[in-house]
């Protein structure tokens, strides 16, 4: 990966690094560098994201959030949805959040030993950027946008 001078690179707690690997090469990013609990990957020469292998990782106590620029959210979530659809883990949320209703559904769910990435529809926000919002299996928060046409 590239140099670019000072930035922010997110680290994000996983308690499994192969599927974390693959989840977020779903969102175009590729594995720059691995070592013993430790992934370092890269989708452009300013994008990176760090992963690191926590044994007692706990979603509901030790998530993070990044948030990802990209040129065409709208492809993304296609691609996304369609892929997450395919290997059977998608859970489709409403953009606005989930309702309590929800939430206990998809708790009970997970509890019971599937596997589920959460998908929030993609929307046009009152701040003016179109997105959407992923949280994979270990909770982490990634929300894709760019500025909106209008």
Do not use: C
Not at 24 to 42: P, Q, T
Not at 59 to 87: C, F, K, N, V, W
Not at 130 to 144: K, L, M, Q, S
């Amino acid at each position: 990966m590239a140099s670019t001078g000072e930035r922010a690179v997110p680290i994000l707690t996983v308690g499994d690094l192969d599927e974390a690997v693959g989840f977020y090469a779903l969102l175009g990013f590729r594995v720059e560098s691995r070592y013993d609990g430790y992934v370092i990957m890269g989708r452009t020469p300013t994008t990176e994201l760090h992963l690191s292998w926590f044994p007692d990782h706990d979603p509901h106590l030790t998530a993070g959030s990044i948030y990802l620029r990209t040129t065409d959210p709208q492809a993304l979530y296609d691609s996304l949805r369609a892929e997450l659809t395919r290997q059977g883990v998608l859970y489709p949320a409403p953009a606005s959040g989930l309702t309590p209703e929800l939430t206990a559904e998809l708790r009970a769910r997970v509890a019971s030993g599937e596997r589920l990435v959460r998908l929030h529809e993609i929307e046009d926000k009152p701040w003016g950027m179109r997105e959407f919002t992923v949280i994979d299996t270990a909770g982490n928060a990634v929300r894709v946008g760019q500025v909106s046409a209008g």
